[in-house]
C-alpha cells in the first residue's frame, strides 16, 4: 500500500503495481461505486486518470459515482487526486518501481 500521494496521470504498474493489487483496487472500485469493471478495463487504463474518465463512461453509473470518479480527472495542476479517489489510492503497493528502490 502506498503511503505516499499518487500523481492521477501515474500508471499503477510504473508504481510497482501486479495483478494482485490490481484485483484488490478492482474489488474496491467495484463495492464502492458499484461498477461493473473488470481486469481489462484496468489493464486498458493503469492511472487514476485513465481508469476514471473509463469508469465514468459506463452506462448505469449513479450520478454520484460519476462525479466522484470524475473528480480524479479535474486536477490539471498534477496535484494528487482528492476525496474517494484518494481513497480508491490506498491499496496501491507501497513498493518502488524496480531499480528505484
Same mark, same amino acid.
Do not use: H, I, N
Given at each position: ?22 484485483? @484488490? ?10 461498477v ?15 481508469l ?9 453509473v ?5 462525479a466522484?470518479? @470524475?473528480?480524479?480527472?479535474? @486536477? @490539471? ?16 503497493p ?8
Amino acid at each position: 500500500m502506498l503511503r505516499r500521494p499518487v500523481a492521477p496521470g501515474t500508471s499503477f504498474y510504473d508504481q510497482g503495481g501486479d495483478s494482485l493489487g490490481a484485483a @484488490r483496487v478492482l474489488a474496491l472500485l467495484r463495492k464502492a461505486l458499484d461498477v461493473p469493471v473488470d481486469m481489462s478495463d484496468f489493464v486498458a487504463a493503469p492511472s487514476v486518470r485513465e481508469l476514471a474518465g473509463r469508469l465514468a463512461a459506463l452506462p448505469g453509473v449513479e450520478a454520484a459515482a460519476r462525479a466522484a470518479v @470524475r473528480a480524479a480527472t479535474e @486536477r @490539471r495542476d498534477g496535484a494528487p487526486p482528492t476525496g474517494l479517489a484518494r481513497g480508491l489510492l490506498a491499496p496501491w503497493p507501497a513498493t518502488a518501481p524496480p531499480g528505484q528502490g
